[in-house]
């Protein structure tokens, strides 16, 4: 089996390579950090141009991509240089909800996405919901023209910059999707930095009233379109850890080379060497986990769900013992601000607790199993 990107990725890759390395160091990463809405309009509009963008997104769609492994070598260099910007959310997941739901009129605002000119964003999470998307506790009541939308939406990423947000809420028929301005009449966010420099937003919607015609698709497709987003985010976030695991390695070995100690580099030291040698095997092994979830982003339901889990697990646990050992490598410098790889630690345990953490998916991955097993004795 081939494992080689196509001409067209391996174009990409290295077009996006050297724009970050050229465009995004630490001080712009600072500053988008820094700003209020947590991200870089230029580096945005940088992104459309180059068609960054666009290739998380099918031709039928007006990108020039969008399968698992599009989204890995974009997201793969996004993690190797630490950036913030809140393109899973807009790029991946919203994208793919207005594509597979979206009536002609709202998959109008996919193009608009394409070219940067407008952020969606997906508001799902609630306080109680413990990533299970079905968990909603929003009400959206029917009124005489649509509909009034209350509840609560936690920690959504990309929420201070969004333009428009996608909604889960409880209604009549069962789970449904609104598209609603994130500046509507209701819509309340209140905004922070993570600890990793991605912004969020907790939004609370307070008798928000939107049309009819802000609802995307009908309410038996919406936790089926959902669970395919969230697999594409997952694919996303992965890859996103892979590069930072990458980069992270990079830098201790980099560190171990010159560091001197009893009169040797570091890494001449047998203990040390054996140590970075496991952080390399199990980089390899996420790596896999990564190409593995990729080709199976288009599978069918329950055999993509059950790679989803296994690779966001495998990638969590792998990248616990990466962090601990580039920092323990490093010694004091490891746990400073000013360094690069306290920026890829923190995001990787960040990673780990977006879309589903360990725990979460070994269940879930169980559970997948489980049916499988009860279809075949039936």
């Known amino acids: 089996m081939d494992f080689n990107h196509s001409e067209e990725r391996r174009m990409l890759q290295e077009t996006l390579h050297r724009y970050l390395s ?5 001080e712009q990463r600072s500053a988008a950090v820094s700003h209020g809405q947590g991200y870089s309009e230029k580096v945005w509009s940088d992104f459309a141009e180059l068609g960054v963008i666009g290739a998380l997104f099918a031709e039928a769609d007006g990108g020039f991509g969008g399968g698992g492994f599009d989204i890995a070598v974009v997201f793969e260099e996004l993690g190797r240089i630490a950036c913030v910007e809140p393109l899973m ?3 991946v997941m919203a994208g793919h909800l207005l594509s597979v739901l979206g009536s002609d009129a709202q998959k109008v605002m996919v193009g608009e996405v394409i070219a940067g000119d407008l952020k969606v964003v997906p508001a799902l999470e ?3 919901s413990r990533y299970d998307l079905d968990a909603v506790e929003t009400k959206a009541e029917q009124i005489d023209y649509g509909y ?3 509840g609560t939406k936690s920690v959504v990423i990309g929420g201070p910059s969004a333009d428009k947000l996608i909604l889960s809420a ?3 028929e069962g789970l449904l999707l609104f598209v609603v301005d994130a500046d509507a009449a209701g819509v309340e966010r209140y905004s922070y930095p993570n600890l990793d420099g991605y912004h969020a937003s907790d939004i609370a919607l307070v008798n928000v009233e939107v049309p009819t015609s802000a609802r995307l698709g009908a309410s038996q497709a919406v936790l089926p379109a959902l669970e395919a987003a969230r697999a594409a985010g997952v694919v996303a976030v992965c890859a996103e850890a892979v590069g930072a695991m990458d980069a992270a390695k990079d830098l201790t070995v980099e560190y171990l080379r010159v560091r001197t100690q009893f009169g040797r580099a570091l890494g001449k ?3 040390l060497q054996h140590r970075m040698s496991t952080v390399l095997i199990e980089i390899e092994q996420a790596r896999s986990a990564l190409i593995n979830v990729a080709g199976h982003l288009s ?3 329950s055999l993509r769900d059950k790679h989803v889990s296994a690779a966001k697990n495998l990638i969590g646990r792998v990248a616990q013992l990466v962090c601990e050992e580039t920092i323990q490598l490093h010694g004091g410098i490891g746990m400073t601000e000013e360094y690069a790889l306290g920026h890829y630690a923190k995001r990787l345990m960040m990673i780990d607790h977006q879309l589903g953490d360990v725990d979460y998916h070994l269940e879930r991955f169980v559970g997948v199993m489980q049916a499988e097993a ?4 039936s």
Do not use: K
């Open 126 to 128: 609630e306080p109680q």
């Open 148 to 150: 009034r939308l209350n």
């Open 22 to 26: 050229d465009n995004y160091g630490s």
């Open 299 to 301: 599978a069918e339901p």
């Open 374 to 377: 009860a279809q075949e004795i």
């Open 170 to 172: 409880r209604g009549d």
């Open 89 to 91: 959310a807009s790029g």
């Open 269 to 271: 030291f047998q203990a």
